[in-house]
Every structure is written in structure tokens, then in C-alpha cells.
T-cell receptor, first 112, second 115 residues
Framework: AQTVTQSQPEMSVQEAETVTLSCTYD???????LFWYKQPPSRQMILVIR??????QNATENRFSVNFQKAAKSFSLKISDSQLGDTAMYFC?????????FGEGTQLTVNP | ETGVTQSPTHLIKTRGQQVTLRCSSQ?????VSWYQQALGQGPQFIFQ???????GRGNFPPRFSGLQFPNYSSELNVNALELDDSALYLC??????????????FGQGTRLTVV
């Protein structure tokens, strides 16, 4: 069974600084996607960024980028120029067939 | 905001009762998945419906059941409610690509409290 591990339950960062959230996963598949989702207090899960495992280039979406290390099964999220609106729960997720397996989440707080 | 809508947003039920939660998928999405998210935890997969058929199920008892309708909207039914069923229930719609979820769009969830 696939597992996803986020080892940082809580993190905080000052506004405008950079923060990195960690995620490791376990799978025997060779071709797959990985996702980072953000869940603000409004509860709606919002896709932040997606990485395709066969692509060597790390995905980037504006201030969000990933460091994808396939051999190490590591998929970290870097948020640059942190903003107050980035305060949320962040989940790493791994799709397998019909389901998404989520990590336990990291609560990120951006301080003014 | 995504095009996935869930109703109701909040619900309080008594232990032993039955509940039905509803989800309208994003336009064009033929697959709907349901997740249970306990407080402070990541979502757990309940089941998925693809073209009105169950297409995968997580580790949940049979009293959790579902339906998908021809317009791809879906219902989650829970019988004989238990206190541990108190959680946020999330619906997600998607279009699988080669059997994989390439992107899932989530609704705002239904907060169920069982007393």
C-alpha cells in the first residue's frame, strides 16, 4: 500500500520569507503524479502544484515550487515570498488508481 | 472556487440515525470520490464512483454507501451513525487519465457532528 509521510505537523514563517514543507512517500509504481493541496480555514481543498514522476524538471507555479527526488521518494514544497494568505494546512497527496492517499498535513502559519 | 458543490455545509445528527450528503460534480467530470477528514488529520478515501458504478473503496464498513446519478452528481449515505463518524466529508470530482487521478477538484465539505 502506498504511504505518504509529512514529518512537520506545524511550521511558521515570517511574511516575505521562504519556507519548505517536506513529504516522503512509498510506492512501487514507476509512473505517477504527486500533488500538494492547500486547505485554508474555509475547508476547501485547493490544488497548489502537481508533479509528474516521469518529468525530471521540478514543477513551478508562481511562488510555489517543488523539489522532487524520485530515487529518494521525496517531494518537498517551497513557498517563496510568503504571504499572509498562505496560512493554511498543506497536504501532500499521492494518487493510486481511484484514490488519493494524503499525508497527515503541515499547518503553516505566516506571521506579519 | 471549483465547480464542486456539497450540501448541506453543516449537519448535526444523533447516534443511530441515518444521514445523506450530496455532491454536484464539476461540469464534464464523470468521477466522484468521497473522503472523510477527522479533525487534525488528512482525508481518508471512502469510495469512488465512475459512470454510476463503484470504482474502488477504502477501509470503511458497509454502512457507508453511495450512489452516482446519470448527471454525475453523487450521494454519500451513512447508516447507524456512530460518534466517531463526526468529521468533515469531502467530495472530489475528476476525469481520470489512463486510470489515474491527474487532478481532483474538491467541494467545501460537509461538517457532520454526531451527538
Amino acid at each position: 500500500a502506498q504511504t505518504v509521510t509529512q514529518s512537520q505537523p506545524e511550521m511558521s514563517v515570517q511574511e516575505a520569507e521562504t519556507v519548505t514543507l517536506s513529504c516522503t512517500y512509498d510506492t512501487s509504481e514507476s509512473n505517477y503524479y504527486l500533488f500538494w493541496y492547500k486547505q485554508p480555514p474555509s475547508r476547501q481543498m485547493i490544488l497548489v502544484i502537481r508533479q509528474e514522476a516521469y518529468k525530471q524538471q521540478n514543477a513551478t507555479e508562481n511562488r510555489f515550487s517543488v523539489n522532487f527526488q524520485k530515487a529518494a521518494k521525496s517531494f518537498s514544497l517551497k513557498i517563496s515570498d510568503s504571504q499572509l494568505g498562505d496560512t493554511a494546512m498543506y497536504f501532500c497527496a499521492f494518487p493510486s488508481g481511484s484514490r488519493l492517499t494524503f499525508g497527515e498535513g503541515t499547518q503553516l502559519t505566516v506571521n506579519p | 472556487e471549483t465547480g464542486v458543490t456539497q450540501s448541506p455545509t453543516h449537519l448535526i445528527k444523533t447516534r443511530g440515525q441515518q444521514v445523506t450528503l450530496r455532491c454536484s460534480s464539476q461540469s464534464g467530470h464523470n468521477t466522484v470520490s468521497w473522503y472523510q477528514q477527522a479533525l487534525g488529520q488528512g482525508p481518508q478515501f471512502i469510495f469512488q464512483y465512475y459512470r454510476e458504478e463503484e470504482n474502488g473503496r477504502g477501509n470503511f464498513p458497509p454502512r457507508f454507501s453511495g450512489l452516482q446519478f446519470p448527471n454525475y452528481s453523487s450521494e454519500l449515505n451513512v447508516n447507524a451513525l456512530e460518534l466517531d463518524d463526526s468529521a468533515l466529508y469531502l467530495c472530489a470530482s475528476s476525469i481520470p487519465y489512463r486510470g489515474q487521478n491527474t487532478e481532483a477538484f474538491f467541494g467545501q465539505g460537509t461538517r457532520l457532528t454526531v451527538v
